[in-house]
């Protein structure tokens, strides 16, 4: 029976969306992750000199014990929000002859070697083994991480136990918060205590196996609760969100594109990834705070007019390289409908349009950084709107990549194929390269007026643009259909 | 209304449609009959100008789909899921469609009033995306979504299926009323003989992507399509 479920884990992984992406994006994720590995790797192999020379007069051991117990409380709080049981990919096996309690133990069994298990691990078993090398007792060291390692499991199902209830939450994060305020005052001497109990481990390693005891009753309170749960009206069961309807009415006055546009606003309200990038393109708003800020970058104007890009582009950006992948879904119904393509364009270029320009009125704070900084946003929030909404609606005629709106924002690449990678280029290097040469071989004011006069010249010949962008997607029409159609 | 003329479609080396000539005159119910893989939903889908034919093509009302789209204004379609807008109320589906078809909202709610019988309280004000509505829920909501602006021409495929037993006779007697109180063209597809055969004057069975039957409803042809089917 294991052989089956590890076979369909493998499958399962292999066969992710993840891995069914261009040479390129793999690559790029690979690196990604090599980075991270490595990251953590080293501060786990590192993490041991660089407390020793930054607190010399203390034990390094001791001083990563006394943090453990906020380690677990921070944890908890991290996995209630992060981490659920991945009990739907038992649906198709519960009619099969497969016991209930194998079932529940495949679940169960599967979520200890989940990622959230792992990754602490980058950390703990470097250290553990640099300690060894320095000489600390290797049968206290080989105690304490396996004392770790059950505390993670504990933690882990712990988590599940308490998954459904918010008053957890709260009171986990009350606790944290209180261990924090009892240890600041002096009142209570939290780290003290919890350096003691891991300290002791270390010092007589057979400790350790009560943590054997902990995990163990914790996995089968679990299995016990989910045992009783694993059916479709229970645990194993889709949520279903009430629909709610605001009035969308004032969009009517747009006369034609006004259905388009109310559908736009729901598309991007009541689909998760889209919520994403819809609410992401506020926290772009806060990115020139890290360029404006630095001493280093007050020498690199194209990087200051990268920032200024940003800090109005972030919806523009985000949204519309995925034009039409969002409405991938119903592709084949808009075709079928009679409408004239260009209002479909119009509602988008509306939608790019009215959001760069609230967030323009946004960023106005930002003549706090003085009005070259001000004007730089300026001339960015008009190349955004005149050049870069159109240039994207042209973009996304070569999207070929189906979105499922189901699936949730972060980390998500569906969708994304060289395309996005190549419209950077025009997008944002045009911009900071035009900026750079007038800023540094003409001077003045050039630099703004040449980056926003790209973006008026663009607005001035906006017809001509959605003429050509318009034939553009009636002409790849049915390659689109066939693409969209497509699993992604 | 409709003629397919000489229509293939080849997809590498495999044919899966292969069409001489079929020619549907204005106000009659057209039935499709043909196992899996028999190319129905290719054929409708070439109907629409949604998949374009390796040759042939099809002439609506005088309007040839893959050249102009002035026959988008008088043919509604429900084909499958993908039709739908997930993130949708019905309600709000509705009158997506209606604007697109110049109803205005009162248009819209009056028109889905006639059909409160058929929806069996199931779609109006159930708060719900269609996206989380049951199968045959969503299929009710595409169905009369397709209905909607006075079309001539209507397309649905497999109608029937996963519709409960109510709504298959109700919808049975809107696909008769289509076609007896007025002009419009009807064309479905089914699995189900006995549905096509009540609703459909004329039945063209596809095999692989060949017509190899085009008849005349009578009385014996649910007899007749039933020793073709039980090969």
């Known amino acids: ?60 051991l001791q001083l990563v014990n006394s943090y ?44 200890a070697i989940s990622f959230f298990n792992i990754v602490s691990l980058f950390f703990y078993i470097p250290f553990a083994v640099v300690l060894i090398i320095e000489g600390y007792d290797a049968s206290g060291v080989l105690g304490w991480l396996l004392a770790i390692i ?81 059916y479709l009206d229970e645990a194993v069961s889709q949520k279903v969100k009430e629909a709610t309807s605001v009035d969308l009415s004032f969009a009517n006055r747009l006369g034609d594109v006004a259905p388009f546009i109310k559908n736009d606003i729901r598309l991007i309200w009541r689909n998760k990834r889209t919520k994403t990038v819809f609410l992401m393109s506020f926290l772009f708003l806060l990115y020139g705070l890290f360029f404006f800020t630095q001493e280093t970058y007050k020498d690199m104007p194209a ?54 320009s609230i967030l323009y009125l946004l960023s106005f704070p930002y003549l706090y950084f003085g009005y070259n900084i001000f004007l730089m946003i300026t001339a960015g929030a008009i190349f955004n709107i005149g ?27 569906q969708g994304t194929s060289a395309t996005q990678f190549l419209i950077i280029i025009p997008l944002m290097l045009l911009p900071m390269l035009l900026f750079w040469v007038f800023n540094k071989f003409v001077g003045y004011n050039s630099g703004f007026i040449v980056v926003a006069s790209v973006g008026i010249i663009s607005l001035l010949f906006k017809k001509y643009a959605m003429n050509f962008i318009e034939k553009k997607y009636i002409k790849d029409k049915y390659v689109m259909i066939n693409a969209f159609g497509k699993e992604a | 209304m409709i003629t397919i003329d000489t229509i293939t479609k080849k997809y590498g080396k495999t044919e899966v449609l292969n069409i001489a000539s079929i020619e549907i005159p ?41 050249k102009s789209e002035a026959w988008k204004n008088f043919t509604g379609s429900f084909i499958d899921e993908s039709f739908l807008i997930g993130y949708l109320t019905a309600e709000e589906y509705f009158q997506f469609v209606g604007d697109l078809r110049g109803m205005n909202v009162a248009e819209v709610t009056a028109f ?25 829920n969503q299929k009710k909501a595409g169905i009369v979504a397709a209905l909607m602006g006075n079309p001539e021409v209507v397309i649905l495929d497999e109608p029937f299926a996963n519709l409960d037993p109510t709504t298959q006779i109700r919808l049975k007697q809107v696909i008769k009323n289509l076609t007896a109180n007025s002009n419009i063209t009807v064309l479905i597809s089914s ?5 096509v055969t009540e609703v459909c004057e004329r039945i063209v069975v596809l095999d692989k992507g060949i017509v190899v039957k085009d008849i005349s409803t009578s009385a014996a042809t649910l007899k007749e399509l039933e020793l073709y089917f039980s090969i």
Do not use: C
Not at chain 2, 51 to 65: A, C, E, M
Not at chain 2, 122 to 127: A, F, M, V, Y
């Open chain 1, 1 to 60: 029976m294991i052989s089956h479920f590890l076979k369909l884990e493998w499958k399962q992984f292999f066969r992710s969306s993840h891995w069914q992406k261009g040479i390129a994006l793999k690559i790029i994720m690979g690196i990604f992750m090599l980075y991270f590995m490595v990251l953590f790797l080293g501060i786990g192999v590192g993490g041991y000199y660089i407390l020793k020379k930054v607190y010399p007069a203390l034990d390094p």
């Open chain 1, 68 to 111: 453990l117990l906020y380690v677990v409380l921070g944890e908890l709080v991290f996995r209630y929000l992060m981490q659920t049981l991945p009990v739907m990919n038992i649906k198709p096996l519960l009619i099969l002859p497969i016991k209930r309690s194998t079932l529940v133990h495949y679940v169960l069994g599967k979520s």
């Open chain 1, 150 to 230: 059950l505390m993670t499991q504990s933690v882990n199902f712990l988590n599940f136990l308490i998954n459904k209830s918010t008053s957890a939450l709260g009171s986990i994060v009350s606790l944290l918060l209180a261990t924090i305020g009892l240890q600041k005052f002096g009142i209570f001497n939290i780290t003290g205590f919890g350096g003691q109990v891991f300290d002791a481990v270390y010092a007589n390693p057979m400790y350790s196996l009560l943590g054997f005891v902990i995990a163990g009753v914790l996995y089968s309170l679990n299995y016990k609760q989910l045992k009783r749960l694993v």
């Open chain 1, 303 to 356: 990087m200051l007019m990268f920032a200024a890009l940003f800090i109005t582009g972030g919806f523009t950006l985000n949204y519309g390289q995925f034009i039409p992948a969002w409405d991938s879904a119903h592709y084949k119904m808009l075709m079928s409908q009679s409408f004239k393509y260009r209002k479909f364009l119009d509602s988008k270029w509306i939608l790019m349009v009215v959001m760069t």
């Open chain 1, 387 to 413: 050049f870069n909404s159109l240039f994207l609606l042209y973009a996304g005629s070569f999207n070929r990549k189906k979105i499922d709106l189901n699936k949730s924002g972060f980390g998500n690449t």
């Open chain 2, 26 to 66: 204005t106000g009659q119910s057209f039935g499709l009959v043909g196992n899996n893989g028999a190319g129905k939903t290719t054929l409708f889908n070439i109907l629409l100008d949604l998949i374009r034919p390796t040759t042939g093509g099809v002439t609506s009302n005088n309007i040839v789909v893959s």
């Open chain 2, 112 to 136: 889905i009033g006639e059909f409160e019988d058929f929806f069996n309280d199931e779609i109006i004000g159930k708060k719900k995306y269609l996206r989380d509505l049951s199968k045959g």
């Open chain 2, 191 to 195: 699995h189900d003989l006995t549905h």
